[in-house]
């Protein structure tokens, strides 16, 4: 079981960061030597973090850490990312929508 106070002081860290800087290690920890479970469940939390003050940034973010990242069961990562689109559609849906249009379908569709 995770240390709960540990969690809570690395959560703290995460909201105090910038979204710049939460971007750059939502990328950096696709790379870290974890097991896949505890390095998921840090981009989660960076997702999360980012998330609540630039919710686009979260969303190409997570959309980066998935393309490059290991092989993963990507499920938790999927949900956190919806959740991050919904927020960024709330504040831009024209936005949102053109970015989620420019998602290809097949290798040859491109934006």
Do not use: Y
């Amino acid at each position: 079981m995770p240390d709960m106070k540990a969690m809570l002081k690395l959560k703290k860290t995460i909201l105090e960061q910038e979204p710049e800087e939460l971007a750059a290690l939502i990328t950096d920890a696709g790379k870290l030597d974890l097991p896949q479970d505890q390095r998921e469940g840090l981009v989660m939390m960076l997702i999360q973090g980012l998330s609540g003050n630039d919710p686009k940034a979260a969303v190409m973010a997570a959309s980066e850490f998935m393309k490059a990242a290991p092989k993963s069961q990507f499920s938790m990562i999927s949900a956190t990312m919806g959740s991050a689109f919904t927020a960024w559609a709330k504040k831009d849906l024209t936005g949102a929508l053109a970015w989620l249009s420019c998602i290809p379908r097949s290798p040859r569709m491109r934006c």
